[in-house]
């Protein structure tokens, strides 16, 4: 069963950064892309990029060029998310995501709040 299990919710001052993990479960990891998306309160799905496991390759949306870092770690099965300089405007669940043979799987989401 393809699993994506993500890390637990974060409480973060604004400036700083945050580093959300997904491990993936029940398939081979390099086989697909991991999507990173983030939902904001009350906003829709917002797609921040992906990355190929099998060799790091990245692929940034324009809104995340400058602060979104993907990684990918082949001898855990995880994938992370790094925002830096983090913003009031930050504040969403964030999604990591696969499609593979047999459909689309979605991890439950890591909530992170940016708060003074």
């Known amino acids: 069963e393809v699993q994506l299990v993500q890390s637990g919710a974060e409480l973060r001052n604004p400036g700083v950064s945050v580093k959300v993990s997904c491990k993936a479960l029940g398939y081979i990891f390099t086989s697909y892309y991991i999507d990173w998306v983030r939902q904001a309160p009350g906003q829709g799905l917002e797609w921040m990029g992906r990355i190929d496991p099998e060799n790091n390759g990245t692929k940034y949306a324009r809104n995340f060029q400058d602060r979104v870092t993907f990684a990918a770690d082949t001898s855990t099965n995880t994938a992370y998310v790094e925002l830096t300089s983090l913003r009031i405007e930050d504040t969403a669940v964030y999604y990591c995501?696969?499609?593979?043979?047999?459909?689309?799987?979605w991890g439950r989401g890591t909530l992170v709040t940016v708060s003074s």
């Open positions: 995501a696969t499609r593979g043979d047999s459909g689309d799987y």
